[in-house]
């Protein structure tokens, strides 16, 4: 039976799956955090539940017709235009794998993740080769069924699912500007670090609770709701929970304190632009953040942008000096921003600064497409990543535990992920020159602890769009231009190198 | 689309409703303890929706046939005949209501618990009768839709939610026995008390931190198992979780441990009894807790008869001095077990000891059966709490704060609940007498902080039980006898009167 109003019926169904995702968000979120390690079969099992449920809220036979005539309804409104889009993404995205293949890719990603946690810790990838291989034959079926769903490549419809309507050949161009562009910067910034000398360490210990308490008073300062959301502990940092219920993690170091409270910052940027979702599609997917790539650039724009200038470390410097009961030539402000904006060549992606991180994900994409593409054996993964990493960054990784088993995205089934936080870093610098340029004064009020304008910006310009928009949609509105490299080029040249 | 097996195919649909109760467990618990304030209509709407979930699966067309079919089927083993047993009941309390009803009922106790907060603080008990009067409107519909279903009296329809096959006959007929008995016993022992000089009170303040980890140290020697389980905080406490993810709570004050403490031990018996499900039924209907009467006998059993004993003071003493950093004479075993077992006249249930406590309980429960029978309109129910208060006490409320408006179980639709309160301490009682028979040696083991006895003995003869026996059935097996006063009047007059 299909109703007489399709939107408002798929609207009832849309707002009852988000329910579910919002509980699984939630179980996901206690899962990392709270639960006790005896629980986690039982937790699997809830989520795998709450999973199979979803899937059968979206997947109903009546789905096909009710998309087509809600989208073929007159009248409606941008928002529900867009959200009937939005709906049909979900729904091609849910209904395009067959269950067997669900299955499939479930069991291979859970095999080759314990598997590859043992392999990393003995730097052994030979280890890892029979369920990563198991891994890449599953994501190539599924992107084979998305890529005929959505009339795509097979690359661009594994993309999809994190920077919807991502395409290869646009990250292509604009990952053949950055790779002209930063080895040469690289060199540079290097030769002007070594003319001076190094900048003094901070020497911990640094109490855990004394980190915590400085964390939460910046973040709050930079508005981050706690009346709407929590600041806990976890293995990785993350965010999750929900718009109205943002759960930000972090790790403590006791000691190393500049890193998690970073980390704090970053998550504190992911978490404002849920927190900023437009309030009236807060259970619809026009409501949800627009992809990975508007994701990273908040959270990019917030800790890298922002919170590592020159203002926001003059503001804050003295809060650490007072957190910790220090003082001395190393806390000094431009002694800790000389830390913060540190440039090396190393071997680990989440260790990267700005300037070295796009050229760990340059390489990553190039690998993982050459690996679904059938031209990349796996057993050649090793060789090829040290090749690359010499001819990208001039070092080549003493094991594999420091080159290509680092990370969990290949394991855990995430391919297509990566180039998105490289996007994510060229969106976070095309903003935030935008926003500089409409109000000069920006960094001046940042210095005094104000991010009133910056917020504000970013609710209107990014965070109250939802998925309204492309994510090129956005970056034209809010800063005159579609996603380039432009900015974050200028960035990189006026804080790394001198005038 | 019947199944040709239909026990498979209702464990199958019951292990995906249990997982969405889980599920819906831990959300709960959240609320009670992480969650921030502004995220409560959220979560109210994830709960709302899993709640409709749980009843679409339980209230399916084929449900009626699926259950004769199964309870038809030859050569079921106990456990399993069981299980079709606890469905049907499941199926029963869940069919019986109309959706207007379940609504209806959602709404009353929603509008009325709100009001009973302002109602209770500012003692108008005449602000709460509009919306006390619409929630008992509603739960005589729902008991007496129950009861058609059922087969019962009304208020035997509102118990069988709490506790299952639970009868008000039977329930007369044991809290007649309390009433000819309490009384006087309670004229006795404060006549004893009064003859010696009080108890030494424990002067604070003790650090929330010490007092956590005293608890935790306490618990965990007792058995309860932090790889499955944890010990928070939240305004009121309980035990939520899981059998596999058991969540007790506890409040802290920083002038008077040993309230918290308590409340720690009592919730660790919860968590015991949820813990020592028996395994192979985990996700079955079967494989949950009996009913509330024997969920509190084990909270009462762990609080009342075990840590409350002279054996377990003495071991626990020296701890708390420990823990502490105190001495002198009000920190000897004597005088704490004094301050345990102090026996007063009060106003408030919570508050009240075990000798008293049975009298505020048969209170409620005459009331709320006079109310639901149409006997007693709300306008006198001031009145008539007062009465009773005078002649089960012998103490007059001063107002009504103190008096009809300090339970949120009426206005929160918990009619039939309070009576399983004592029945759950008549069972306490009538276990522990059995376990202390069968091992003559329980509370020396217990004196040196050894609870293996007391649990091995309590799994094998509750816990392991599931919902396999009756309540009645399971004090059989373990105590030879089914529910009565004998045992529990026996502790009161050996502990609170002397030889």
Sequence with gaps: MIANDPYAELERRFARLSAVHRASAILNWDRSTMMPDGASDDRADQLATLGVIAHGMISGPDMPELLQRAAETRDLDPWRAANVREMRRRWVHESALPADLVEARTRATAACEMVWRGARKNADFKSLIPTLGEVLTVMRRVGEAKAAALGTSLYDALLDEFEPDGRAERIDTLFAELSDFLPDLLNRVLEEQRREPPPLPLDGPFPVEAQRRLGEALIRLIGFDFHHGRLDVSAHRFTGGTPDDVRITTRYDEADFARALMGVLHETGHGLYEAGLPRDWRRQPVGQARGMVLHESQSLLMEMQACRSEAFIAFAAPRMREA?????????????????????????????????????????????????????????????????????????????????????????GGWGYFPTYTLGALAAAQLFAAVRKTHPDLLAAISRGDFSILLNWLRASVHGKGSLLSTDQVLEQATGSGLGTAAFKAHLESRYLSA
Tied chains: 1, 2.
Excluded: K
């Design 324 to 412: 910790f009961g220090r003082s001395g030539p190393a806390w000094t402000a431009d002694n800790i921003h000389r830390l913060y904006t540190r440039v090396a060549r190393g071997f680990i992606r989440v260790d990267a600064d700005e300037v070295t991180y796009p050229l760990h994900v340059m390489l990553r994409y190039r690998l993982e497409r050459a690996m679904l593409a059938g031209d990349l054996p796996l057993a050649d993964l090793p060789a090829a990543w040290n090749e690359g990493m010499r001819a990208l960054l001039g070092i080549t990784p003493p094991d594999d535990a420091l080159g290509c088993l680092q990370d969990i995205h290949w394991p855990d």
